[in-house]
């Protein structure tokens, strides 16, 4: 049976899935999803995405934290961390700042670890900085920034250090 459910448990939005369902599933809000049933296509969250052991997922995938119990084929990028549980098989490639794969798993792949990032809309709001200030101090060189293309990258750990130091003087 095909089931899409939206829930609220004590103030977290939960989405399941337990269809078959192609296309492209995109959150701008955090949600925890789940999917048990199959998907083709694109999957950008953020959140929790669960990959159930009965789930079987064609796409490329972006999310924040990533746990993965059933089969994947494509490329999976967690912002956060990425975990394949014993039953998982994923056939792509992974980026991630943090990766636990639990004996059992199956990975085929390139795998590619980097340090926890934020975007300039994401710092605004971990240090609760306006957008414009932000871009002033990485333009001018007094936050440590890295500049990807046209846009900002700060790395979390090196932002955490800054942040310490700046509240000293």
């Not at 939005?13 to 694109?42: H, W, Y």
């Not at 394949?84 to 980026?95: E, F, K, R, S, Y």
Request: charged content about 30%.
């Amino acid at each position: 049976m095909a089931m899409l459910r939206d829930r609220k448990d004590q103030g977290e939005r939960i989405v399941e899935i337990s269809a078959k369902m192609q296309g492209t599933l995109s959150f701008k809000d955090s949600v925890n999803l789940k999917i048990t049933g199959r998907f083709e296509g694109t999957l950008e969250t953020r959140g929790t995405l669960t990959i159930g052991e009965t789930a079987s997922v064609e796409a490329h995938i972006t999310g924040e934290n990533i746990v993965v119990a059933g089969k994947i084929k494509g490329d999976v990028t967690a912002k956060k961390m990425l975990v394949l549980m014993p039953t998982a098989v994923l056939n792509g490639n992974i980026a991630t700042p943090k990766l636990n794969i639990v004996e059992g798993a199956i990975f085929h792949g390139k795998c590619q670890m980097f340090e926890d990032s934020l975007d300039v809309d994401e710092l605004s709001k971990y240090l609760e900085i306006e957008i414009n200030a932000i871009l002033e101090l990485a333009n001018s060189g007094k936050i440590p920034a890295m500049k990807n293309g046209n846009a900002w990258r700060f790395e979390r750990t090196k932002i955490d250090e800054w942040a310490a130091s700046e509240r000293v003087k």
